[in-house]
């Protein structure tokens, strides 16, 4: 599937900050499910790309005054293939599997957390693969969808809790359980297409990878209780989404900021990249 | 840094004094020229050492309640004598040490060949806290990570050198080495002529060239920079001392930006590109986008350039997975491992909490033994058996037993003991040593150490904090 994506970023500060630095997982990767053909970053102020510990295309963005409005914006063409979920290895992180076993402040084990993951131990044990799918559908079942319950800084046991959250919460969860149970897991920040017929579609994603001996990392999405396809785009990995969030930075002065995400994608046609 | 020790059956080894009233022949000398010097000419002396002190404002911050306390480092005008034979031991056994150290850094961050070799479980290294997984893949000028350690050493016997910690992070101390020195030469100039002392003074110019030995590829003249936290750190006196020594800037993270993939510096005449930053500020600190985010001591975006090769930090972040306590145990088979050598220095028994066989040996024999939390420091927060009472015994018990893999144990220590003027005579007190190690192409350390001295009498804490002094250190020649 090829795909067109468009994405602003918008920062908007009650004044203009005197100085920021952020750094910047807002371009993705070629890799065995995607490629990519095409992709611009835009900000106000000079980038300086270098890649993280995951393997990420990362920029550093540093503004002595930020404008009152600050503005990220992508574009790009990525061509995605349907590997039924499956990455095998990723030989450019420079982490060995093993260190996603670490324990991350979004994906803190807790009781309840710990209750979820034992209940698919002996599952995950006896065949890891179809133990995930089947977190994967209690996670999906267990916690529902709602926009409004959570924020951007809640973790896998504070939603889990609540039994409600959005995509970057089903993820947390399903991470925090994987990793008690020994099984390598990583966040995954990206886009997902969900038009038809030429109709665009707005979405920010977030699912998870874990690893699966002999397959390698395979991708599960717990908000949709499907495993990513075609209309998957990754654009970063990490522990969780401290380190494979879009942006993350840190400023002086500005007081209070909101931000709003634009998404579009649209599904070019094949004949587009034959050009 | 905190020694454990103990009382076995009350003897220790005294350094100057032999079993039957004589000198060791390193002190022979020494012990000549005390034979001919009254007491009066050495509190006098003192008296000497303590102005001088004063007047160079050599302090150390003492943390507690209520904030810091600004105290003078008590000094110990009695030298310290180690005979050639005995320096060596010790010189080839940190090198030995360090450089493996390094070796192993260098392997946990690409591609972990001591772990899959099975010599280490994976979780001691992976899963530590010590351990920053941002440095993966990083390659460092000359694979260093650990420019400057310390490395602590106690001594039990006339052979028996054993090293207690390693300090791979921002060891500090160096600087009253150097001041010890300065200060043991103007009071007493005659013994130093006759007794050979090998001199320690070119440390700030090995430092110096080691650290422009790691600048970034492409830096002919690289600019070198000490990072200090500010004037209220405890060891602010060392980062002005070290800066003034080399002739470079001393900073603070405010004086310091990122942009354009390089580190500058704010300077009258406009921004200066900064190439290696000997830094005295923790990991934690450094990169607040990266790190702690509340952090106003450190670089906004420094990791960035960091892992970009467009600046080199001394010492690298993540090198503390080196120093860890549960790392410590590794040691003797990180050097087997990389050097294919046996180990010159030993190690003092360790025994792990997390394993449940020595948990159930400490548990049962805390009376005799040292207990203290693998990320602690500064002698704090830690068990000395045969000094508690049974119900600090029986609270640390819990401690443990509610997050064992948090603590380590070891064996009390008969620590060594050097002549020391304590009120108007000279005393055995008890002492440690810290060589400072410098790896840049290569790994050296000058001949001379930072002995630590517990003033109290039967003390075997010699940390500052704690009513700890410090000695010079004399290394004779051959």
Not at chain 1, 46 to 56: P, R, S, V
Not at chain 2, 353 to 359: A, C, N, S
């Amino acid at each position: 599937m090829l795909l067109r994506i468009e994405s602003v970023t918008a920062y908007d500060y009650d004044a203009p900050p005197r100085r920021g630095t952020q750094y910047l997982r807002l371009t993705p990767r070629s890799m065995l499910d995607q490629t990519i053909v095409d992709w611009t970053i835009r900000a106000p102020g000079a980038l300086t790309a270098w890649t993280d510990m995951f393997g990420n295309r990362c920029h550093t963005l540093t503004l002595k005054h930020l404008p009152q409005r600050l503005e990220i914006s992508v574009a790009g063409l990525v061509e995605t293939k349907d590997t039924a979920g499956i990455l095998a290895t990723d030989p450019e992180t420079a982490l060995p599997v093993h260190a996603y076993l670490r324990k991350s402040d979004y994906a803190l084990p807790d009781d309840a957390l710990m209750d979820l993951a034992n209940g698919h131990r002996r599952r995950i044990i006896g065949d890891r693969l179809s133990g995930l799918h089947d977190l994967m559908s209690t996670v999906h079942r267990d916690v529902a969808y709602d926009e409004s319950a959570t924020t951007v800084l809640t973790t896998a046991a504070e939603a889990l809790s609540l039994h409600r959250g959005v995509c970057q919460d089903h993820a947390h969860i399903m991470i925090a359980a994987a990793r008690i149970l020994e099984v390598p897991a990583r966040y995954v920040s990206g886009y997902l297409w969900t038009g038809w017929n030429g109709k665009t579609s707005s979405a920010s994603h977030a699912w998870c990878e874990c690893w699966v001996e002999r397959l390698g990392w395979v991708s599960f999405d717990p908000a949709n209780c499907v495993s990513a396809s075609e209309p998957y785009v990754r654009v970063a990995t990490g522990f969780d989404y401290a380190t494979a969030g879009p942006l993350r930075g840190i400023r002086v002065g500005g007081g209070a900021e909101t931000l709003t995400v634009e998404v579009r994608l649209f599904r070019e046609e094949q004949a587009a990249q034959q050009q | 840094m905190f020694i454990s020790w103990a009382m076995r059956d009350g003897v220790f080894f005294d350094e100057m004094t032999a079993e039957d009233g004589s000198s060791r022949p390193a002190y022979a000398q020494l012990q000549a020229w005390l034979d001919d010097t009254p007491i009066e000419y050495l509190r006098r002396k003192r008296d000497e050492a303590d102005a001088l002190f004063r007047r160079l404002g050599i302090t150390f911050f003492v943390y507690g309640e209520g904030g810091g306390v600004e105290r003078l480092i008590p000094f110990d005008i009695m030298p310290r004598v180690l005979s050639s034979a005995e320096w060596n031991t010790i010189e080839s056994g940190c090198i030995q040490r360090v450089r493996a150290l390094n070796m192993f850094l260098y392997d946990v961050y690409h591609d972990q060949e001591i772990l899959e070799a099975g010599k280490i479980p994976k979780d001691i290294v992976l899963h530590n806290r010590a351990y920053r997984p941002e440095m993966a893949g990083v390659d460092l000028p000359h694979q260093v990570y650990s420019h400057i350690a310390g490395i602590d050493l106690v001594r039990t016997g006339p052979d028996e050198f054993l090293v207690l910690e390693d300090n791979l992070r921002t060891p500090s101390g160096v600087s009253y080495m150097l001041e010890n020195r300065e200060t043991m030469m103007r009071l007493f100039p005659e013994p130093f002529a006759e007794l050979n002392v090998r001199p320690i003074g070119s440390y700030p110019d090995i430092l110096l060239q080691n650290l422009w030995a790691i600048a970034p590829a492409g830096s002919s003249e690289p600019t070198i920079v000490v990072l200090t936290p500010g004037n209220l750190n405890s060891a602010y006196f060392e980062h002005v001392f070290l800066a003034e020594e080399m002739g470079v800037e001393l900073a603070e993270g405010q004086d310091l930006f990122v942009d354009d993939g390089h580190v500058w510096m704010r300077t009258t005449e406009g921004p200066k590109k900064v190439d290696v930053i000997y830094r005295r500020i923790d990991d934690d600190f450094l990169d607040p986008v990266a790190f702690n985010p509340e952090s106003t001591l450190g670089i906004p975006g420094l990791l960035s350039v960091v892992r970009s090769g467009g600046v080199t930090l001394a010492n690298a972040i993540g090198g503390g997975v080196g120093d860890d306590k549960a790392i410590y145990t590794y040691v003797p088979e990180i050097i087997r491992f990389y050097m294919g050598e046996e180990p010159i220095l030993s190690n003092v028994t360790n025994y792990l909490l997390r394993d449940p066989k020595d948990r159930q040996y400490v548990l049962d024999h805390l009376e005799d033994l040292v207990v203290k939390e693998v990320h602690g420091s500064g002698g704090h927060r830690m068990l000395i058996g045969p000094k508690s009472t049974k119900r600090e015994r029986e609270d640390y018990a819990k401690r443990i037993l509610a997050n064992p893999a948090e603590f380590i144990a070891q064996p009390t220590l008969a620590l060594s003991t050097c002549p020391t003027l304590v009120d108007d005579d000279l005393a055995p007190r008890h002492v440690d040593l810290r060589p400072f190690v410098l790896s840049g192409e290569t790994t050296t350390v000058v001949p001379g150490a930072l002995t630590r001295v517990a003033l109290r009498e039967g003390s075997l804490v010699v940390n500052s904090s704690q009513g700890g002094g410090t000695k010079d250190t004399w290394v004779l020649s051959e």
